[in-house]
């Protein structure tokens, strides 16, 4: 479970971070367009605030049974010193939530009743803000 779990983690980032991209793009153009926010914009959000919370749920999982963190929380002093052990413990699971944060806060914002320029906006900056979050604290040396 462990392995299937770990490759399906590591496998999502890619179609997470395809969706996460052509969002951005989509809702700066639309932006600096000036276009209406359409029933597209809706779903391209909808599809990748699913993603994001897919791939939160799956890392939840892994990070409570992996044994690279629960060797970290067997000594946290020590886990702090050592930045593979911080960055697998604290750094990624904390930059991740609060990407996903942006990424659920954009979608929520967009349903509301403002002007679509307004809607545009929170969206492309909470993606830009996200994406740059999320290629942050990828594990780059690890990652397929």
Do not use: C
Not at 14 to 19: I, N
Not at 40 to 67: C, D, E, M, W
């Amino acid at each position: 479970m462990y392995t299937g779990l770990k490759h399906l983690h590591s496998f999502m980032p890619y179609l997470l971070l395809t969706v996460l991209i052509l969002a951005l793009l989509k809702s700066f153009i639309a932006y600096q367009k000036n276009q209406k926010h359409t029933e597209a914009h809706r779903k391209n959000g909808l599809i990748l605030l699913i993603l994001a919370h897919l791939q939160l749920t799956i890392g939840l999982v892994l990070y409570f049974v992996s044994p690279i963190t629960t060797s970290a929380f067997s000594d946290m002093g020590s886990a702090m010193k050592d930045s593979t052990l911080r960055l697998y413990a604290l750094e990624h699971p904390v930059m991740m939530l609060i990407a996903i944060v942006l990424i659920t806060r954009a979608y929520s914002k967009s349903k509301k009743d403002i002007d679509d320029r307004t809607k545009h906006k929170v969206k492309w900056v909470s993606y830009l803000i996200a994406l740059v979050l999320i290629l942050s604290k990828i594990p780059w040396s690890v990652w397929p």
